[in-house]
Structure formats: C-alpha cells, structure tokens
C-alpha cells in the first residue's frame, strides 16, 4: 500500500471553478477554515437543540468478521437493535463520554457504539438556520435544483427535505471500506473529535474492482468528459464483504501485498469539511467521542451515470425515482443555473428551502406528559400536532398553524407533541390509568403526515359540537373535549372545523357563506364515518375517513339515479303494454 496525504486546501485558496475542475466527482479533499456544522454544536449542547428517538436499528456495532451471519454487513455495520425499539438520542449522547472512560455500567469489553444517519430535518430542525454551505458546494448538487421551478408558498416546494444528518461515534469505532448507495458523494465536518480517512479514488477502485469489489454488483458506465473524451467509471459497485481495512493484515496494508493500493489517509478534525465523490470507496475510525454531521447527494454529473445505469440495467429499485429526479434537475439546471451564485450562503438558500427551514425552526409551545396537565387546564384550548422531529412531511401542516395564527392568548393556541425521553409511542400507564391523556393524544396523531388534534376543557362554550372521539379524563375528574382532525390540509376546512370545535366563530373569512355551510356538512359526515369505524372496533385514518365518507356522499349521490335507471330498464315496452 501506497499511503497518500488526503489532499487539503484552505477555503480562500481555493475558487469554485478550480474545485469544479480538480476535485468535483474526481478526488477526495479537505476544506479547511469553513464548517457545515451550526455554530456551537457539541456534545454538550446538542440537549439544547435535539430531541427525540431513533428506531434501534440506527445504532450500530462493529460486525464479527468471524460470524457467519454478521460478515456480510455493509461498511462492517451490524444492528445493535430491533427497528420496534426506541433509542433517545440525547440519552445515547450523555452516555458516550462516561462509556468510553469506564463510567457507568457497561460490559468494560463492550464495544463501542455508533448512532447512524439521524435526519436533523427531524429532530433537530431548529439548527438548519445555522448550517452554512461554502461556496464550492453552491449549485454543485443535483437536489439543490429539485424545487426552482415553485413558488416560495408553493406547497411543493421542499415538501421532502433535503437530507443533513448527525452521526454520533463512541471512541475508536471503525467502519470498514465501503461506497454510498445511489452514486451519492459525502461531504462531512466534525462539530466535536476527529477521524481518521482512509480514501481510494474511483480511478484506483477500477483498476482493482476485482479484488476489492462483489463481483456482479454494480456496472462501468462510459461518460463524455465534455472535451470529446470519454472515461469508464463504476456505478452502484459494492466493496466487498468482510473487507479488513484498519488491521495489520488488510489488503490496503499489508507490505508483502501482491497488489499496491494508493490510498488516501487523512485526519477530519472541527472547522473542515470533507468531500468524497460518488463511487469513491472509504472508510472511517473514529479518534474520539465524536459527533458529525453529513449528506450524501449526487451532482449533477453523478445523477445523469445513474440515468445512464438506469439504461442498462432497469430492473434496480432506484431507477423509477432517480429517473424522474433527473428530468425534473435536468429541467431547473438549464433554465436557474446562471441565478444561483457560487458564493457561501445558508443551507436553506443553497437548497431554495427558505420558507420550509423558517417554518420547521420555529419556536413553538411542546406539549409533553410533563406539562400537558398544566397547559391544558390554563382554558385556551389547543390545537395539537405531532411533534415534526420524528415527520418530514410536516412543512405544509405547519404552515396552516402560520396561516392561522393565534387567535389570541385566551382563544385558541397552536402546539406541537414532543417526545421527552424518546418516550413517543402510546400503550403506557400514567399513574394507574389505562392511557394518558397524553397517549391517547399521540395515538391521534400516529398518521404520517400527522393531523391535527383537538383538545380543550370540557365545560364552557368550547364543548359544543361534540366530537368523534370522546371519553378522555384525568385523574381529577376533569373532563377533556378532543377530537381528530379528518379534514384535507387547506386552512379554510380547519379554520371552519375549529369553529366547530370552540362554538366561537374566531374565523370570519371563510367565503362565501355557501362554502362554510358545505365544508361544515362535510365535517360532519367525516365525524359521523370516524365514529362509526371506531363503533366497529376499527381505528381510522385521515385517508380512511376521507374516501369512505367521499364513497358515502357518491353513493347517496348515485342512488336515485340507480333507481331510475333501474325502474325504466324494468318498464314494459310499448307491445308488452298493449298485450296487457
């Protein structure tokens, strides 16, 4: 093996064109003096950001190259967990610093631990306003041109986040050679400890693939380089596994190797950003306690080799997305790319998500099982929605709670369900009762996207109307009026419904007066499908409710028509009658 520096290159000594040209698809390289980390991220400071759970599959451990079952595990990684488990991320955080000094109790050979591809769009939005991009990353990505084409309050528009995850590693945990999926490059920065790269060019994985690769995993692509020249490069390969990288004994290390590898070895430490092409294979172990953020997307470049491995091979599951991704970026990049300035910007600019980051970042009131009691008996009543840390679909419902606004202070107020102590699922005893008032609330909002929930004291005006769910009471004996929201997302339907709700009209601007009389009939046909589906034992969904109250109001429609149609298909014909 051939070790190589990991080429590094400070932020100002460098321009955009001149990364286009020597590193963009091509080689690996470390930025110096700029970061994608938000400011003052760390260990420390993530409670003050983060919360939530992650399924148990996201922690990972080093796999057993021993073990029959564990070997053939991408990157090394296998499950510390089951996808039903919950993990609590700051739990697992707080934990990492006293495992790794033998502070709390652990099996002392335990091995170290990994928390994997955590969405910050999920349970950390509020630091994506912080989230710098350097100007060499500025409209060199393809899904940085998925959402030109809308309006800033189109609907649409970033109605899927882009990705920028946490990865949270204990002390000298490794990952073995491996390549992203999807013919995604990776771009990184450590906001707290180091790691050490191990990097092989695409150029030097084709001259090895045999040796290093799965043999019939992947495909060499043929790429016009935009001089008249064309290169082969290797879409959607797969390392293969086990594959020792760190060891004495690897084929990257070992000297008596039969084969010279170049490999590229380098330290990513706070204040870089790492940049690793797509089809690059590489491979991490972590120095310290460490917490990274990352995301993987393809260039532009990288997505038109995916269309073209699409070509030769349709049958890959990716292929009907990316295919359409691509038209959709081909189409932005020809018609905004002059607009969009290579020059440092935010995270939410770069991807023209503005509005969606400013909506997702948003202060707002977080019910839980601590303060749910207090909150509710202050009067106002509450609208309530999942908490959008574990949603990313959420943008457009917080958007209606904008549109709405609050009413005021004694009205009606807007809340989102938080999840302390990664405790977000239902099924629990609170204090000898069979549900919360907590739970029951959470089992409401299980839907993805989640609906709306209503919930207010059950005295005074804000109980008339009634509501498809009932029966929720606290140990006091105080009654509570919650129903579900089973509406579509449009602010005139929720504004009527909340009128119902509270018996108050804190919405006056739903015209014309027809359109509130239908869209309240319309509720009330939903209310009445929800409760008899509940009357049957059967739990409803948003879209249960929607079509077959929609089924309902068709057949009703249809019936007379039926009738009619069938009483003159039953008539006697003119000879019949005169034969009678």
Known sequence: MTIKPLPKVHVNEITPKQFDDIFLDRLPVIITGTTACPAELDLDTLEQHCGGWVPGNYVKVQADPEDEEEKGEWAGLEDAGDPDERVDLLEFARRMGPRSRGEVDADIDAPPRYMFDVSMTNLCPSLLRDVRVPSHFVGAFASQYLWRRYERDDPRKCSNMPFMNLYLAEKWFETDLHIDSAHTSFVASMCEGRKRWRVLSRDEFADHRPILAMARKGAMIEVDDGDGNSHGTW????????????SRDSALTLEESIVDFDVFEGTLQPGEILYIPPGA?????TLDDSIMVASNDQSIQSLREIGLYCDEDPSWFGCGHFREKLSVVEANYEDYRDN???EETTFAEAFDCERAVESLSRTRLELSRQNI???????????????????LHCVRLLDMLDILGDSSATKIRFAVLNCPGGDCHGGNTTKGKIKSDYDRILEMTRDEPPEFVY?????????????????????????????????PLDADFLKVWINARTGERLYDDVSPRWMER????????????????????????ADDVAWISAFVVLFALATPFLLVCYARANEPSVGEKKKI
């Not at 294979?281 to 172990?285: C, D, S």
């Open 340 to 342: 969009v300035a290579r």
């Open 235 to 246: 879409v959607n390969a797969e390392i293969r596994r086990p594959f020792d990288t760190w």
């Open 373 to 391: 009691e207090a909150e509710t008996g202050k009067g106002a009543p509450i609208i309530v929605m999942k908490y959008v840390r574990n949603c």
């Open 455 to 487: 919930v207010a004291a059950a005295t005074g005006p804000q109980s008339r109307g009634g509501s498809a769910v009932r029966g929720m009471f606290s140990d006091d004996g105080r009654g509570f009026d919650v129903s579900h929201y089973y509406g």
């Open 518 to 541: 239908w869209i309240s009939c319309w509720h009330r046909i939903n209310g009445a499908t929800a409760a008899s589906l509940r009357g049957v034992g059967v739990p409803p969904t």
């Open 281 to 285: 294979p590489h491979a991490a172990v």
